[in-house]
Nanobody, 126 residues
Framework: QVQLVESGGGLVQAGGSLRLSCAIS????????MGWFRQAPGKEREFVAA????????IYADSVKGRFTVSRDRIKSTLYLQMINLKREDTAVYYC???????????????????WGQGTQVTVSS
């Protein structure tokens, strides 16, 4: 049974930092891709970042490039999202997701992901 459990969300002032974690269990394929998505109130869920588990390739949404960094600890089976210089518009519920099909041009498409965590709230105040 696949489980993705996010943690690390919270309330932070604009300009501050947070690190989100996603603990992964039950995935049996090394070649999967992991993604971070977010959903703000009244908005659709959007792509934030993704990482190819085996090689560590990464890709980011333009809105977070240079401020967010996705990484993984292969021994701990944990995905991270380091966020710096947070802005009010980063306020959202953040989800991690796993795509067993691996890395490809579809990687920003949420409908391609097979498993999702429950989400963790990030609130950025001014």
């Amino acid at each position: 049974q696949v489980q993705l459990v996010e943690s690390g969300g919270g309330l932070v002032q604009a300009g501050g930092s947070l690190r989100l974690s996603c603990a992964i269990s039950g995935l049996s394929f090394e070649d999967y891709a992991m993604g971070w998505f977010r959903q703000a109130p009244g908005k659709e869920r959007e792509f934030v970042a993704a990482l190819k588990w085996s090689r560590g390739d990464t890709i980011y949404a333009d809105s977070v490039k240079g401020r967010f960094t996705v990484s993984r600890d292969r021994i701990k089976s944990t995905l991270y999202l380091q966020m710096i210089n947070l802005k009010r518009e980063d306020t959202a519920v953040y989800y991690c997701a796993a795509d067993e099909a691996g890395w490809g041009p579809w990687i920003k498409n949420e409908y391609r992901y097979d498993y999702w965590g429950q989400g963790t709230q990030v609130t950025v105040s001014s």
